[in-house]
């Protein structure tokens, strides 16, 4: 007697975490919180412009968007759970300094995706996901089309001062950042724009009295 009301009980119990929250459901929103999260890395990937590109930032997006699905389907699916989650989740701090807000941005984007996915609002999330990922590409495009942002770092005799910032000077955009003088020559950092990278520096150097020209990809816009 005592093992069947013990079955029984089992049964009840899972019939009542398989009533709103089936295999099928669980299967189906990772399944597309994991598509959904390789699109946004592969945008996050594409209109990168940063010095240095992170892979794991992007899995993470990914893994951000997939984690965040089943979590928000568990709170919809029982109020009681919901209430320790939020109170989990209020003690959590996030101690990773992001550099770049653009950065918070995709995090916040994938958050998004998993919520609307968790929420089973499918059609939704796609759409949502499609037109940010347009508008994202879309504004990198034009983006590449301006001008790249650098700091020319340039080490000279005190001689040839006047030849080098005349050069300097023929720039369209340029800020002077930082000048040190020392017995050993004269280093000038300066923030350009240019579209070719290499002629500037090849130029400097034949400019006898220059002993080096260094580019220096740079994230802030010149004028800053």
Known sequence: MNNFINDANVNEWFSQQMAN??????????G???????????????????????????????????????????????????????GALSIVRFRTAVKDP???????WSLTMGILLGAELYTIALVVVAGISIAMLALAFFRLRSPNTFLLVVHYDAEVENEVMEFVRRIKVQRLRSKA????????????????????????????????????????????
């Open 21 to 30: 929250l089936t295999p099928m459901k669980m299967v189906l929103a990772l």
């Open 32 to 86: 597309l919180g994991f598509i959904v999260g390789m699109i946004i890395a592969l945008v996050y990937r594409k209109a990168f412009r940063g010095v240095l590109f992170s892979p794991s930032f992007a899995t993470t997006l990914i893994m951000l968007c997939m984690i965040t699905t089943p979590v928000v389907m568990c709170i919809k699916s029982n109020i009681a759970l919901s209430m320790g989650m939020v």
């Open 102 to 108: 653009l950065d918070t941005a995709y995090m916040f």
């Open 181 to 224: 003088v020392t017995p050993g020559g004269v280093e000038l950092t300066v923030e350009v724009q240019l579209r070719e990278r290499f002629d500037i520096v090849n130029k400097l150097l034949d400019t006898s009295g220059v002993h080096n020209a260094t580019l220096i990809a740079c994230q802030s816009e010149a004028g800053n």
